[in-house]
């Protein structure tokens, strides 16, 4: 099993549509947790970090599933500009390294 | 805040060149940096981590000899390409992180090597 899972995509979904994304990890040890964007050739962005209790960010929210060791980020009323690819990050405990999933593409329409 | 560079943003070059990496943290003092690559369609591959004044911790699978990183001090490290080919085309991405915001990494624009 890989250690962070995403769903590759591409979603393809109307501007204004409510889209969610999960993103699974191994670790049962990592304790802190991440969404990134990256849009094509450019370096990814931090789009919010993760914490226990969920945290919201605007149009975006993103919550934490201990149990079943799965992070989700959910964009509401996507907007042609939130297309890109969401990176989601779950460093093994202890450490600082960055294990980074697959990334899920949006591909929000007109 | 948490600016980070890299240079050059591109670089083309033949094989059996090197070619060197700068990364800097520009506001900040980086406690540890981090180099990745990511070939098309694909995540990013963290190669190495590194520390300050010591030497750096390559991930399974990555060459030392061939990718040798540098870090002289807290707002700079280098990553060196020995003896590029073709197959090391890539987009190389540095991060740093500084203790006092924890596990974050901010990430540099990106090295975009073409050997040819």
């Known amino acids: 099993r890989k250690e962070v899972e995403q769903d590759p995509g591409p979603f393809n979904v109307p501007e204004g549509a409510t889209v969610a994304f999960n993103c699974t990890y191994s670790?049962?040890?990592?304790?802190?947790f991440f969404w990134y964007r990256q849009d094509c050739r450019k370096e990814p962005k931090l789009l919010m970090s993760?914490?226990?209790s969920g945290n919201e960010d605007g149009r975006f929210t993103a919550q934490l599933n201990r149990a079943s060791q799965y992070i989700s980020l959910l964009i509401r009323d996507s907007k042609l500009s939130d297309s890109a690819t969401y990176l989601c990050?779950?460093?093994?405990?202890?450490?600082?390294?960055?294990?980074f999933g697959t990334g899920t593409r949006l591909k929000v329409l007109a | 805040g948490a600016v980070v560079s890299q240079h050059p943003s591109r670089v083309i070059c033949k094989s059996g060149t090197s070619v060197k990496i700068e990364c800097r943290s520009l506001?900040?003092?980086?406690?540890?940096m981090f180099w990745y690559r990511q070939f098309p369609k694909q995540s990013l591959m963290l190669m190495a981590t590194s520390n300050e004044g010591s030497k750096a911790t390559y991930e399974q699978g990555v060459e030392k000899d061939k990718f040798l990183i540098n870090h002289a001090s807290l707002t700079l490290s280098t990553l060196t390409v020995t003896s590029a080919h073709p197959e090391d085309s890539s987009f190389y991405i540095c991060?740093?992180?500084?203790?006092?915001?924890?596990?974050?990494?901010?990430f540099g624009p990106g090295t975009r090597l073409t050997v040819l």
């Open positions: 991060s740093a992180r500084t203790a006092n915001r924890g596990d974050t990494q901010y």
């Open positions: 670790n049962s040890a990592s304790q802190s």
């Open positions: 993760v914490y226990s």
């Open positions: 990050v779950a460093p093994p405990g202890g450490t600082y390294k960055y294990i």
């Open positions: 506001d900040f003092q980086a406690t540890t």
